[in-house]
């Protein structure tokens, strides 16, 4: 049975702090009852294993008391290479915004994104944060190949792609970092409520890395 916990506000630290404060709350006092959760930016899905246990959380919903989470303080500092190379769209979405290359470059790098929650791919990062004036509608066709550890932004959000698969967003750098291993435990390094800051490197570090495959640094 499916249930949702939806918040009419939008995404922020604030919103976050209160979602992550009613899975910890969920997780200690529901576990036998709960088959799986789902965060999205501004809900909690919650898949029940019977009817009467949903219907038991919603009926003692108003008198629950659920302390926010206090949010990490970790930022992953992760090297990005926005040339052409891998960065096909760069260019285009350049133009459409009324910016260079480099000015582009420079707003999308210069912020520390907060990570929400995982979710689309194992290990696909949804990063709240992008510039407003970086907002761009999906491509209209998606790319039927996007290569793994691509830099992409897609409507209000920036992410990057986990492992090679079909994309609808603009590509606009490349990431040597391995965001997923499913032989580790947890399979990312990464959780919800961090922080993610990208750091422009040149193409001859990025071609080296590739090949040493980076682990990634926190701060």
Sequence with gaps: MLGELHWNEPASDSLLAKQLGWLNFINKEFEDQVVERRQG??????????AEN????QNKLSKFRVHNHELSSKI???PVCYDPKY?????SLAVQHRLTANELIQLH???TYRLHFFGFLPGFMY??????????PRKPVPDRNVDAGSVAIGGAQTGIYPMES?????????????????EKNPPVWAEPGDRIKFEPIGLDEMEQLLQNQPIPKSQ
């Design 109 to 111: 790098s210069s912020v």
């Design 54 to 57: 949903q219907t038991a959380f």
């Design 166 to 182: 079909p994309g609808g967003w603009h590509l606009i750098g490349r990431c040597p970092v391995k965001l997923f291993d499913p």
């Design 76 to 78: 992953w500092e992760l």
């Design 87 to 91: 960065g096909r769209d760069l260019g």
């Design 127 to 136: 990063l709240n944060g992008l510039s407003e004036q970086l907002h761009t």
């Design 41 to 50: 930016y501004t809900a909690l899905s919650i898949y029940w294993k019977t």
